[in-house]
């Protein structure tokens, strides 16, 4: 959205740039388990994510969700953000390419700051859904 962002540059039905991610690797996997401590088998055995029915080892929904507060942040400089919620609707397998997309939905005062309301979307590169979410920033105004 460019370096410095105002509340007058954003409005109503506005699509954010999408983040494309290349597609997850079985070491990004490994490494997401290491950082947050969660080595369940789902992750990283391929016959225990066959035996389970999700055909092979899924990313952590975590890792996903973080590819979308990476795309909020992209957006929107951190120090303005308010709020970012996600809903897992989908799993995410080893491979798989991902893209965040988001759409602002709402502008308004609120607390005597200028609010911006989103929604985001995460998909896999079959556009299956991942994760529907929602966001919620707080902008300067240009003067």
Excluded at 57 to 80: D, E, N, S
Excluded at 109 to 126: A, K, P, S
Aim: a positive charge.
């Amino acid at each position: 959205m460019g370096k410095e962002l105002y509340f007058e540059d954003v409005n109503v039905g506005d699509e954010l740039p999408p983040l494309v991610k290349e597609p997850i690797t079985r070491v990004q996997i490994v490494r997401y388990a290491g950082a947050s401590g969660d080595f369940n088998a789902l992750h990283f055995d391929d016959e225990i994510g066959k035996r389970a029915g999700m055909g092979g080892i899924i990313a952590h929904g975590m890792l996903i969700m973080g590819f979308a507060g990476q795309a909020v942040t992209q957006w929107f400089p951190r120090k303005y953000l308010r709020n970012f919620g996600a809903r897992f609707v989908g799993m995410s397998k080893l491979g798989e390419g991902i893209t965040v997309k988001g759409t602002v939905t709402k502008k308004g005062q609120e607390n005597g700051e200028n609010i911006v309301l989103g929604t985001l979307v995460v998909c896999g590169q079959d556009g299956s859904i991942k994760i529907n979410g929602d966001f919620k920033v707080a902008l300067p105004n240009k003067a």
